[in-house]
C-alpha cells in the first residue's frame, strides 16, 4: 500500500464511527492490543516527553526506507501513536519528509494534536519529520543506500 | 444561597459545549467570571479609561480615583493596615518573582537559608531556587506526610539562624489541604523569620486577614477568585517593603530622574512600574464585592459540603485513591484510578462533557513524594452543583469501563 493509500484507508475507517465513543473505543483498542516497544528501549534517550503524557519512538534506516519503534504510557496516546505509525512506518526519508500529517485533522483527534496539549504527540511528529531529514540528507550525501 | 440563581450570575456555565451542557470543575486553574465583573470592566473603557496618576484631565481624574478606590477595597478586604501594603502585580507568579529578586537583593547573602515545601507550586519553588543560585543561598525543602499534610517536626527541624525567608502555601493547589500557617507563623517569627504565604488557592474560599495572621508577606491572583486574569496581589509589611530595591524599573515608580541619578518613588508605587492594568484592577475589586455580597462563611460551608459528598462518592468507585486525605481542606479533590493514565481519563472526561484537569499540576516534587506521576483533580466553586459531582462519578464510572 502506497502512503497515500494507507492514509485513505485511515479516514475511510474513522469516517464510519458515529460518535466520539466510537472513535475512541477504537482508538483504546489499538493502544491495548498492540505491542509498544520492549521495555529495555524506554530509556531517557529515545523519550520525547509532553507533561501530561510520555512518548518513546525509535527510529532505524534499512535499505532506503525507515523502521519505527514507538509507545506512550498512556492508552489513548499509545493507541494514536499506533496509527501514525501505520503510515509512516517502513516509508522512504523523502515520503516522510513531504509528509504534512493534514490527514489527521480528518481523523477526528486535532484536540490530540495540538501542540498545547503536551502528551508528547506533537513532538513525535516533529521527531519523525527530523529522522526523515537526516537519513534524506545522508542518503543525498553518500553511498548511503547499502 | 439560591444556587441556579447564582449560576445566572455567570455567563459561560450556560454555554453548551459539543451540543450538550458542560461540568466546569477545574476551578483550581482558574474561576468563571462573573457579569457584573465583566460588565464593570467593560464600563471602565467605555466611560472612564485614562492613563492614571499623572494626568491632569477630567478622564485621568475619574481613572486615577477608580483605580486606587479599587486598591482602598482590596486592602480592607485583607485588612492591610495601609494601602502601601498593597502591591499591585500581574498575578501570584510575579508577586513571588518579585519578593524573590528585592528581598533576596536586600536581604540573602552567601549561605543563608530559604524554606520551601514539598507540597508547593512551582511558582513558589523556583524563583527561589533561581535566587539562591545567584545570591549563593541554599533551598531547604519541608517535608509533608503521606495523608498529605505539611511535617511540621520538619519544619521546625529546618529553622535556625541563617534562614532568612519561608515561603510555604496556605492551600495546596493540588490537594486542597489547608496548612495551620497561623501556627506556622508563630513558629516563624519566633525565630525572627519572615514568611511568605502563597494565598493563590485560598483566596476563592476565605477570606484572609493579614494583620491577624501577621504574615510578612500574602500573594494571590485575581483570576482565582473570580477577577479578570492579568492581576495579583502581593501584600508585604511595610517594613520589608521599604527596605526592599525595586523590581522592575520604568515610568510610575521613579521620582525623579536624571542620568546622573534617579530616585524613586514612595510605596506602593516603587513597586508599579509602567501602566497598570487599571480595568483589572477594578475587576477585582468589583469581584469582591460580589463574594461579599453572597458571604464566604455562606460559600465556604456550602463548598465543604460538595467536598464531602464529592469525596463520599469518588470513594465508592473502586481502584480510585485520593491524594491528599488529611481533613482540613478546600473543596479540591485530586485522584488516581489503578491501571488508568490520567490523561487517559481526563480526554475521556472532557469527551463526556466534563473539565478536570490532570497531570502534575505544576507540582513535580509533590507527584515524586507521592510516588505517581499525575493525577486527576476536581476543583469545585460556589457555583457547582451536587448533580453535577454525580455526573462526574458516573463519568468516571464510565471511564472505568472503557479503559480496564
Redesign the interface.
Do not use: A, C, E, K
Given at each position: 500500500m502506497t502512503i497515500t493509500e494507507q492514509k485513505q484507508e485511515l479516514v475511510e475507517e474513522f469516517e464510519m464511527f458515529d460518535d466520539w465513543m466510537d472513535r475512541y473505543n477504537y482508538i483504546i483498542e489499538m493502544g491495548k492490543d498492540l505491542d509498544g516497544m520492549p521495555e529495555e528501549l524506554k530509556t531517557k534517550q529515545y523519550l520525547i516527553s509532553g507533561c501530561q503524557s510520555q512518548v518513546w519512538l525509535t527510529a532505524k534506516y534499512n535499505d532506503g526506507i525507515i523502521n519505527f519503534q514507538a509507545d506512550s504510557d498512556a492508552i489513548i496516546t499509545k493507541g494514536i501513536v499506533q496509527l501514525l505509525l501505520k503510515v509512516v512506518e517502513g516509508r522512504t526519508p523523502k515520503e516522510l519528509v513531504e509528509e504534512d500529517f493534514s490527514f489527521l485533522d480528518k481523523i477526528g483527534l486535532k484536540e490530540h494534536l495540538s501542540p498545547t496539549r503536551s502528551n508528547g504527540l506533537t513532538s513525535m511528529i516533529k521527531q519523525i519529520k527530523l529522522y526523515a531529514l537526516v537519513f534524506k540528507t545522508k542518503e543525498e550525501q553518500s553511498d548511503y543506500k547499502n | 444561597m439560591n444556587i441556579s440563581k447564582i449560576r445566572q450570575d455567570f455567563p459561560i456555565l450556560n454555554k453548551k459545549v459539543?451540543g450538550k451542557s458542560y461540568v466546569y470543575f477545574d476551578n483550581g486553574a482558574t474561576s468563571q467570571t462573573p457579569k457584573s465583573v465583566i460588565d464593570r470592566m467593560s464600563y471602565y473603557y467605555e466611560n472612564e479609561n485614562a492613563n492614571v496618576h499623572r494626568g491632569v484631565h477630567y478622564l485621568s481624574q475619574i481613572a486615577t480615583d477608580a483605580m486606587e478606590a479599587a486598591r482602598e477595597r482590596i486592602r480592607k478586604y485583607i485588612n492591610a493596615s495601609s494601602i502601601e501594603e498593597v502591591i499591585f502585580t500581574k498575578g501570584t507568579t510575579e508577586s513571588i518573582n518579585l519578593v524573590a529578586h528585592s528581598f533576596g537583593k536586600a536581604f540573602i547573602g552567601e549561605g543563608d537559608e530559604i524554606i520551601v515545601s514539598e507540597m508547593e507550586h512551582h511558582a513558589n519553588i523556583v524563583p527561589w531556587q533561581m535566587m539562591c543560585e545567584e545570591r549563593g543561598a541554599i533551598l531547604k525543602v519541608a517535608k509533608i506526610n503521606d495523608d498529605g499534610s505539611l511535617n511540621i517536626d520538619s519544619f521546625k527541624s529546618l529553622l535556625n539562624s541563617n534562614v532568612k525567608l519561608i515561603a510555604i502555601a496556605h492551600t495546596s493547589n493540588v490537594m486542597g489541604i489547608i496548612n495551620p500557617i497561623e501556627e506556622l507563623i508563630e513558629i516563624a517569627h519566633n525565630e525572627n523569620i519572615p514568611i511568605l504565604i502563597d494565598g493563590a488557592q485560598a483566596v476563592p474560599h476565605t477570606k484572609v486577614d493579614v494583620q491577624d495572621l501577621d504574615c510578612d508577606f500574602y500573594v494571590f491572583s485575581a483570576h482565582k477568585m473570580y477577577g479578570p486574569m492579568g492581576v495579583g496581589i502581593l501584600f508585604g509589611k511595610k517594613e520589608y517593603l521599604e527596605k526592599m530595591p525595586p523590581y522592575q524599573s520604568g515610568g510610575e515608580m521613579i521620582k525623579d530622574v536624571s542620568f546622573e541619578k534617579t530616585t524613586f518613588n514612595e510605596l506602593p508605587f516603587k513597586f508599579e512600574a509602567g501602566t497598570p492594568m487599571v480595568a483589572d484592577i477594578i475587576g477585582l475589586a468589583e469581584a469582591i464585592d460580589y463574594l461579599e455580597d453572597i458571604g464566604l462563611d455562606k460559600i465556604q460551608d456550602y463548598e465543604h459540603k460538595l467536598l464531602e459528598y464529592g469525596t463520599k462518592k469518588l470513594l465508592e468507585i473502586e481502584e480510585l485513591r485520593i491524594i491528599g486525605t488529611n481533613e482540613n481542606k478546600a473543596s479540591v479533590i485530586s485522584f488516581i484510578i489503578d491501571g488508568i493514565?490520567?490523561?487517559?481519563a481526563?480526554?475521556?472526561l472532557d469527551?463526556m462533557g466534563v473539565a478536570v484537569r490532570?497531570?502534575?499540576h505544576c507540582a513535580q516534587p509533590l507527584m515524586k513524594r507521592m510516588n505517581i506521576?499525575?493525577t486527576i483533580r476536581a476543583s469545585f466553586a460556589f457555583y457547582n452543583t451536587y448533580e453535577e459531582i454525580d455526573i462526574l462519578v458516573s463519568a468516571v464510572k464510565k471511564v472505568k469501563e472503557?479503559?480496564l
Open positions: - | 459539543r493514565h490520567h490523561y487517559d481526563g480526554s475521556l469527551q490532570t497531570g502534575n506521576n499525575g472503557m479503559l
